[in-house]
């Protein structure tokens, strides 16, 4: 067993687990945190998106001690008390998630794409996201939430060019 | 319309949870404590299976239970699974396999399950799963989808299931050979693995009488009276519920082998058991989608007018039949076999087929994207062939307004539809005008443009009766019970704001319950495009009956006759009193009138509804990689009457991304010895962002006359009209180089294949 401290979402937390637990396991078995999902175990879907010490890092490739001693962010730290972050709140208004499984995973993505482009293009949007899956929303409105969380006009419902184009 | 919702795009009230990280899916929910499952899963496509010894892996650290075939006696639990066969076209049923919980004797698919080991963590459940040793002598593997091969049924030889068929074929044959054109076509129709990203997972708890088994479904009672069978239980010592799901599309809707001898192992242990399917594993062992090839014939007179129509078809079943298998690509196709034409003359023919593969069944739309796209690849072939344009050919053979209701040749009886209309506006969306324009910019960065038209129709299905119960709580707040279930469609808003509207309850009071077999006595679940329909018309006639009642009752009150609802209030002759729903509930309550404080109501719909559309894709392919693009993608629907047009135009951007998926990235392989060879999202193409254009969306509405809201139902159509878009548009963009487009799914590698063939011939 290792013994391990870290801060999550600004609370400390100490905890033992074995040398092969996840991050992500430490997260939703040991610490009760069901927010970030597991959808794929080999690190494509992106359901498991957390940031560590400001880094977005898939929580179902990291182990747990591997984030001794790190600030850890998840999608329950991202609401300000009652009030929901504008990324949160974009996808909320614009119909960003359907059955919300990707969803956790999609916002700690896209806060962290906000945190180096602050004014992405929906070309750029959709790049960042190869490492995001959905199945339900076919991305068009979690792109136009992205959009709108980035403070830029949304398209409206008309068809428009591919990312690519 | 006013009266049957307000159309207004109402975000949900259920994405607080979700955006916050608190949804409960089933994964989240397991138990203080429950012990772990994992399966044992077979290693080899088919092979003889010697008795599984456990002996070894029970010494093991922290193992509860380990349980191979021959033990599911001692756990009580029946061994084989149910499901439905149709009728062939001699009179005769399809086959029946038995299909086992736990591999006996022979193991027919990589994946089937083998054996169960319950431990108290899921590493430890892991270990003890690797050390068990399955001897399996092999068989050769079966893999086409062609009659013969060996045989993994005896009760199946040349391992055919079915020979369904309807029409006559002589009729056909004779208005084929007298016709003045014919045109035929092969149809692939591929294989896809449904991946809802949440896999599928359950928990099972025994307290001494009674099984509480959650799992991420589509709905609970036939689940509950199937687990009460399986165990010998009375259904009232079933109780199921299901949580937040994380998509379904089909695939959660048909019970697995995985529930049956979890459900026992919790009854024999007494302790709750979680378990949770990895990716690979549900890869492995969920239901599949679509597979199948069909030759279509088509004939039309000298004014391309279509004289019949004749579909052979050939489909996968897997190794088993899965719950609803059989009836897919037959009567389900069946359903709107015949399109939005005018066709009199018709026969089909489709035969089942085993296969060492894992089982097929029902994936978002089940039978009506198969039957749209074959007959709608098939008309733009015609078009091509023929030298017709392809809207003309459409418009030439079009049920016309004034032919509503309309019974199809083999079918069903649409209600109503103005496809002219929808097609005129979707030629308009799509810009149709400059497409010459963009095909030449395209030219000019030597990339290839095709245009692609698919005109669908479908016909929601699933179960036509649905009852809603509303009750008054003593908090203030109000609980409507609905026999659907919401996986991620919005159900709590789209149930909670109609209700509201209905009474002038505000929302804010209204809770949905769903899910839940103690709490509620019956209903059909998610599944068939109908959920709204059916549970907003049952809610309909709940609300009627709570207006008659409260208004009995404040009759007999104030002694007033004429008391009126106007929607929010009680207007009592009179008097200046103006009582809302909640008001009234609350005098009742305080007057020990219990029986006012609970209404439910069952209704059957008279008839199915048939929501129709058009969907234009134009895509561009690089010559020098293979890589195709949607540019431009828009849809017109006809849905009806909108009940939350912001949702349902969701419902059309994840069906079109699903339609879209299966015909530009998702490929199943299964390699000759039935391994299959794309079992994780790194060899499993799933639709990335980057995949997929904005997706344009208008609506034509002709309100349907089968339900009060004049509603048509949104959750599959974009499926069903994305495969022969995108496909009609891919034998355009290889008509300009004098080619045929490959078969679906047009990957970077097959496409730039297809596209030697050229160079080839030029040399």
């Given at each position: 067993?290792?013994?391990?401290?870290?801060?999550?979402?600004?609370?400390?937390?100490?905890?033992?687990?074995e040398?092969?637990?996840l991050?992500v396991q430490?997260?939703?078995?040991?610490?009760?945190m069901?927010g970030?999902?597991?959808?794929?175990?080999?690190?494509q879907?992106?359901?498991?998106?957390?940031h560590?010490?400001?880094?977005?890092?898939?929580?179902?490739?990291?182990?747990?001690?591997?984030?001794?001693?790190?600030?850890?962010?998840?999608?329950?730290?991202?609401?300000?008390?009652d009030?929901?972050?504008?990324?949160?709140?974009?996808?909320?208004?614009?119909h960003?998630?359907?059955?919300?499984?990707?969803?956790?995973?999609?916002?700690?993505?896209?806060?962290?794409?906000?945190?180096?482009?602050?004014?992405?293009?929906?070309?750029?949007?959709?790049?960042?996201?190869?490492?995001?899956?959905?199945?339900?929303?076919?991305?068009?409105?979690?792109?136009?939430?992205?959009?709108?969380?980035s403070g830029?006009?949304?398209?409206?419902?008309?068809?428009?060019?591919?990312?690519?184009? | 319309?006013?009266?049957f919702?307000?159309?207004?795009?109402?975000?949900?009230?259920?994405?607080?949870?979700?955006?916050?990280?608190?949804?409960?899916?089933?994964?989240?929910?397991a138990?203080?404590?429950?012990?772990h499952?994992?399966f044992?899963?077979?290693?080899?496509?088919?092979?003889?299976?010697?008795?599984?010894d456990?002996?070894?892996?029970?010494?093991?650290?922290?193992?509860?239970?380990?349980?191979?075939?021959?033990?599911?006696?001692?756990?009580?639990?029946?061994?084989?699974?149910?499901?439905t066969?149709?009728?062939?076209?001699?009179?005769?049923?399809?086959?029946?396999?038995?299909?086992?919980?736990?591999?006996?004797?022979?193991?027919?698919?990589?994946?089937?399950?083998?054996a169960?080991?319950v431990a108290?963590?899921?590493?430890?459940?892991?270990?003890a799963?690797?050390?068990?040793?399955?001897?399996?002598?092999d068989?050769?593997?079966?893999?086409?989808?062609?009659?013969?091969?060996?045989?993994?049924?005896?009760?199946?030889?040349?391992?055919?299931?079915?020979?369904w068929?309807?029409?006559?074929?002589?009729?056909?044959?004779?208005a084929?050979a007298?016709?003045?054109?014919?045109?035929?076509?092969r149809?692939?129709?591929?294989?896809?693995?449904?991946?809802?990203?949440?896999p599928?997972?359950?928990?099972?708890?025994?307290?001494?009488?009674?099984?509480?088994?959650?799992?991420?479904?589509?709905?609970?009672?036939?689940?509950?009276?199937?687990?009460?069978?399986?165990?010998?239980?009375k259904?009232?010592q079933?109780?199921?519920?299901?949580?937040d799901?994380g998509?379904?599309?089909g695939?959660?809707?048909?019970?697995?082998?995985?529930?049956f001898?979890?459900?026992?192992?919790a009854?024999?242990?007494?302790r709750?058991?979680?378990?949770?399917?990895e990716?690979?594993?549900?890869?492995?062992?969920?239901?599949?989608?679509?597979?199948l090839?069909?030759?279509?014939?088509?004939?039309?007179?000298?004014?391309?007018?279509?004289?019949?129509?004749?579909?052979e078809?050939?489909?996968?079943l897997?190794?088993?039949?899965?719950?609803?298998?059989?009836?897919?690509?037959?009567?389900?196709?069946?359903?709107?076999?015949?399109?939005?034409?005018?066709?009199?003359t018709?026969?089909?023919?489709?035969r089942?087929?085993y296969?060492?593969?894992?089982?097929?069944?029902?994936?978002r739309?089940?039978?009506?994207?198969?039957?749209?796209?074959?007959?709608?690849?098939?008309?733009?072939?015609?078009?091509?062939?023929?030298?017709?344009?392809?809207l003309?050919?459409?418009?030439?053979?079009?049920?016309?307004?004034?032919?509503?209701p309309?019974?199809?040749?083999?079918?069903?009886?649409?209600?109503?539809?103005?496809?002219?209309?929808?097609?005129?506006?979707?030629?308009r969306?799509?810009?149709?005008?400059?497409?010459?324009?963009?095909?030449?910019?395209?030219?000019?960065?030597?990339?290839?443009?095709?245009?692609?038209?698919?005109?669908?129709i479908e016909?929601?299905?699933?179960d036509?009766?649905?009852?809603?119960?509303i009750?008054?709580?003593?908090?203030?707040?109000?609980?409507?019970?609905?026999g659907?279930q919401?996986?991620?469609?919005?159900?709590?808003?789209?149930?909670a704001t109609?209700?509201?509207?209905?009474?002038?309850?505000?929302?804010?009071?209204?809770e949905?319950?769903?899910?839940?077999s103690d709490?509620?006595?019956?209903?059909?679940?998610?599944?068939?495009?109908?959920?709204?329909?059916?549970?907003?018309?049952?809610?309909?006639?709940?609300?009627?009956?709570?207006t008659?009642?409260?208004q009995?009752?404040?009759?007999?009150?104030?002694?007033?006759?004429?008391?009126?609802?106007?929607?929010?209030?009680?207007?009592?002759?009179?008097?200046?009193?103006?009582?809302?729903?909640?008001?009234?509930?609350?005098?009742?309550?305080?007057?020990?009138?219990?029986?006012?404080?609970?209404?439910?109501?069952?209704i059957?719909?008279?008839?199915?509804?048939?929501?129709?559309?058009?969907?234009?894709a134009?895509?561009?392919?690089?010559?020098?990689?293979?890589?195709?693009?949607?540019?431009?993608?828009?849809v017109?629907?006809d849905?009806?009457?909108?009940?939350?047009?912001?949702?349902?135009?969701?419902?059309?951007?994840?069906?079109?991304?699903?339609?879209?998926?299966?015909?530009?990235?998702?490929?199943?392989?299964?390699?000759?010895?039935?391994?299959?060879?794309?079992?994780?999202?790194?060899?499993?193409?799933?639709?990335r962002?980057y995949?997929?254009?904005?997706?344009?969306f208008?609506?034509?509405?002709?309100p349907?006359?089968?339900?009060?809201?004049?509603?048509?139902?949104?959750?599959?159509?974009?499926?069903?009209?994305a495969?022969?878009?995108?496909?009609?548009?891919?034998a355009d963009a290889?008509?300009?180089?004098?080619?045929?487009?490959?078969?679906?799914?047009f990957?970077?590698?097959?496409?730039?294949?297809?596209?030697?063939?050229?160079?080839?011939?030029?040399?």
């Amino acid at each position: 067993m290792e013994s391990l401290s870290l801060t999550v979402n600004g609370k400390p937390v100490s905890a033992e687990v074995e040398g092969r637990t996840l991050l992500v396991q430490l997260l939703r078995e040991t610490l009760g945190m069901t927010g970030t999902h597991v959808g794929c175990d080999t690190s494509q879907c992106g359901a498991c998106l957390v940031h560590v010490n400001g880094d977005v890092v898939k929580a179902c490739t990291m182990f747990a001690f591997e984030a001794d001693g790190a600030e850890v962010t998840t999608i329950e730290g991202m609401a300000d008390g009652d009030d929901l972050h504008p990324i949160q709140e974009a996808f909320r208004t614009h119909h960003g998630l359907q059955c919300g499984f990707c969803t956790p995973g999609m916002i700690m993505s896209a806060a962290a794409l906000l945190k180096e482009n602050p004014k992405p293009t929906e070309a750029e949007i959709r790049h960042h996201l190869e490492g995001n899956i959905c199945r339900c929303t076919g991305y068009h409105n979690i792109v136009r939430a992205i959009l709108a969380a980035s403070g830029q006009p949304v398209p409206e419902r008309t068809a428009t060019a591919t990312a690519d184009a | 319309m006013e009266k049957f919702g307000k159309a207004q795009p109402v975000a949900r009230f259920e994405d607080h949870r979700f955006v916050t990280g608190h949804g409960r899916y089933i994964d989240d929910i397991a138990p203080e404590g429950a012990l772990h499952a994992v399966f044992v899963r077979s290693q080899v496509a088919h092979g003889t299976l010697a008795p599984v010894d456990l002996t070894d892996v029970r010494e093991m650290d922290g193992v509860r239970l380990a349980v191979a075939a021959e033990d599911l006696d001692e756990l009580g639990v029946r061994n084989s699974m149910k499901a439905t066969v149709v009728k062939n076209r001699d009179g005769t049923k399809g086959v029946k396999t038995l299909r086992p919980i736990l591999a006996t004797g022979r193991v027919r698919f990589v994946g089937e399950p083998i054996a169960l080991i319950v431990a108290d963590t899921l590493a430890q459940a892991k270990d003890a799963a690797e050390a068990v040793f399955a001897e399996i002598d092999d068989l050769p593997a079966k893999v086409d989808i062609a009659p013969g091969g060996e045989t993994l049924h005896e009760n199946a030889p040349e391992n055919v299931a079915f020979t369904w068929g309807k029409g006559d074929e002589d009729t056909v044959k004779s208005a084929i050979a007298g016709a003045a054109h014919v045109v035929h076509t092969r149809v692939v129709d591929n294989r896809i693995i449904v991946n809802s990203m949440e896999p599928r997972g359950c928990v099972a708890d025994w307290d001494g009488e009674r099984l509480h088994f959650g799992f991420g479904g589509q709905g609970v009672w036939g689940t509950r009276d199937e687990l009460a069978k399986m165990l010998d239980l009375k259904k009232k010592q079933v109780h199921v519920t299901n949580p937040d799901v994380g998509g379904g599309f089909g695939m959660k809707g048909m019970d697995y082998p995985e529930y049956f001898s979890i459900a026992g192992a919790a009854r024999a242990l007494g302790r709750p058991i979680r378990w949770m399917s990895e990716r690979t594993e549900a890869m492995l062992s969920d239901n599949g989608g679509r597979d199948l090839i069909s030759d279509t014939t088509l004939a039309f007179d000298a004014d391309f007018r279509l004289v019949a129509y004749h579909v052979e078809t050939v489909c996968n079943l897997g190794a088993y039949n899965s719950q609803y298998a059989q009836p897919i690509q037959t009567d389900l196709f069946l359903k709107v076999a015949t399109g939005v034409y005018d066709l009199r003359t018709v026969s089909l023919n489709c035969r089942g087929i085993y296969t060492n593969t894992t089982q097929i069944d029902a994936y978002r739309g089940a039978g009506r994207p198969e039957a749209i796209f074959a007959l709608e690849r098939s008309m733009d072939n015609a078009a091509r062939t023929l030298g017709v344009d392809p809207l003309d050919l459409r418009r030439r053979n079009f049920i016309k307004p004034d032919q509503f209701p309309y019974k199809t040749a083999l079918a069903e009886t649409y209600d109503v539809g103005d496809f002219e209309r929808v097609l005129d506006r979707v030629a308009r969306e799509a810009d149709l005008a400059g497409f010459a324009a963009r095909r030449a910019a395209s030219e000019a960065k030597g990339k290839l443009r095709g245009q692609g038209l698919c005109y669908y129709i479908e016909s929601i299905l699933g179960d036509k009766e649905e009852t809603s119960a509303i009750e008054y709580g003593d908090n203030g707040k109000v609980r409507l019970y609905v026999g659907t279930q919401s996986n991620g469609q919005g159900h709590e808003t789209v149930y909670a704001t109609f209700l509201s509207d209905q009474t002038g309850i505000p929302v804010e009071a209204i809770e949905i319950v769903q899910g839940d077999s103690d709490l509620i006595k019956e209903g059909g679940g998610t599944g068939g495009s109908r959920s709204v329909t059916v549970q907003n018309t049952a809610t309909l006639a709940t609300v009627e009956t709570m207006t008659r009642a409260f208004q009995s009752y404040l009759a007999e009150k104030t002694g007033e006759d004429g008391i009126e609802f106007d929607d929010e209030r009680f207007r009592i002759p009179g008097s200046n009193e103006t009582p809302t729903m909640l008001d009234v509930a609350a005098m009742a309550r305080a007057d020990g009138r219990e029986d006012l404080l609970r209404f439910q109501e069952k209704i059957e719909l008279e008839s199915r509804s048939f929501p129709n559309g058009a969907h234009i894709a134009e895509v561009e392919i690089d010559p020098e990689t293979g890589l195709v693009s949607v540019d431009r993608y828009t849809v017109t629907d006809d849905f009806g009457n909108l009940i939350n047009p912001m949702l349902a135009e969701g419902q059309v951007h994840g069906g079109v991304a699903q339609g879209i998926g299966q015909a530009l990235t998702e490929r199943v392989v299964y390699d000759g010895e039935g391994q299959l060879l794309t079992a994780t999202f790194m060899d499993y193409a799933m639709p990335r962002a980057y995949d997929l254009p904005m997706i344009g969306f208008t609506t034509e509405p002709v309100p349907s006359t089968t339900n009060p809201m004049g509603m048509k139902g949104c959750g599959e159509a974009g499926t069903v009209g994305a495969l022969a878009a995108i496909a009609n548009a891919m034998a355009d963009a290889f008509s300009t180089r004098g080619l045929d487009a490959p078969d679906m799914p047009f990957t970077p590698e097959r496409v730039w294949q297809a596209l030697q063939q050229e160079a080839i011939a030029a040399e």
